[in-house]
């Protein structure tokens, strides 16, 4: 979907969100870190205050997490959905789900993870961003396509994208524990936000271009039930831009998304 601007894609994805609750007893909604929900954080935390959404009955599962910060880090993954969104809901607190990087046995967490999200029941929606060199969570190029959570290196790259939150690279841990590609292709809808022109090509990669670990979010073809929204930047360089114009100007009225 190629939004008429940042905020409108942020609106689509906020909503994609909020009609999960109609259909849905029990939510469960996976969120991802970085700026680029941050626009639909900022609406869902409104639509709350509004009354149109209560995160009473829900979970929210994290999409990844750093290891080696110290667990109350403000930069902790668990500390930034707080902090951008799950403090300002009516959550329980024991509602918001991590992997457990803080365990002497990473490996088990991860395995622990995983049952947790099976014991949920599943995602009902996985947000999720895209990285400059094509990564999804933190499942870096070369990444099994159908790998479960589980530690990851972070590229060079990506450490130097996320210096802004920790002042330089140096500072930004080496180590992250992921949901997998196959984890993230598990999730009954998977909702990918990209908006600015850093973003084109990673998102051409990933929509347009081949299927391969060389660019993990391409394994987003793969999935039954995928939604790419992106603003005009984000969508400059995909070959068939006009045609999902047409399609999303023309979408019946009963299907969303
Ligand atoms: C965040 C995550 C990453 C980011 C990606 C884009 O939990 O898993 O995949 O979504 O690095 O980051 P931003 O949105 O900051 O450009």
């Known amino acids: 979907m190629i939004a008429e601007s940042a905020e409108a894609a942020d609106r689509i994805v906020a909503d994609a ?7 849905r007893p029990r939510p469960v909604i996976g969120v991802a870190t970085g700026s680029s929900p941050l626009g639909a954080y900022r609406l869902l935390i409104e639509d709350h205050r509004a009354g149109r959404v209560s995160f009473a009955g829900a979970d929210v599962v994290l999409l990844d997490e750093y290891v080696g910060l110290p667990r ?3 930069e902790s993954y668990r500390q930034f959905i707080r902090r951008h969104l799950t ?3 009516d959550l329980a607190p024991d509602r918001l789900h991590g992997p457990d990087v803080w365990s002497d046995d990473i490996a088990a967490a991860c395995r622990d993870y995983e049952a947790t999200l099976a014991g949920l029941g599943g995602v009902d929606v996985q947000l999720l961003g895209i990285g400059s060199d094509g990564h999804v969570g933190f499942n870096e190029p070369g990444s099994s396509l159908s790998s479960r959570t589980r530690i990851k290196t972070l ?4 450490r130097a994208d996320n210096a802004r939150f920790f002042g330089s690279p140096d500072a930004v841990p ?3 524990v992921t949901q997998g590609l196959g984890t993230i292709l598990a999730a009954r809808h998977a909702l990918l936000i990209a908006c600015g022109p850093a973003k084109a090509d990673p ?4 929509v347009e271009g081949p299927l391969t670990a060389m660019c993990p979010a391409s394994v987003l073809q793969l999935h039954p039930h995928a939604t790419v ?3 005009d930047a984000a969508a400059a360089g995909l070959a068939l831009a006009e045609h999902y114009r047409q399609t999303f100007a023309g979408k019946p009225g009963w299907q969303f998304l």
């Not at 969100?17 to 259909?23: D, L, M």
């Not at 590229?155 to 990506?158: E, N």
């Open 17 to 23: 969100i909020v009609r999960v609750f109609a259909e």
């Open 72 to 74: 109350e880090h403000p």
């Open 87 to 89: 403090d300002a809901l």
């Open 155 to 158: 590229t060079a790259s990506t």
């Open 174 to 176: 080496r180590h992250v």
């Open 203 to 206: 998102i051409a990669r990933a």
């Open 229 to 231: 929204v992106l603003d």
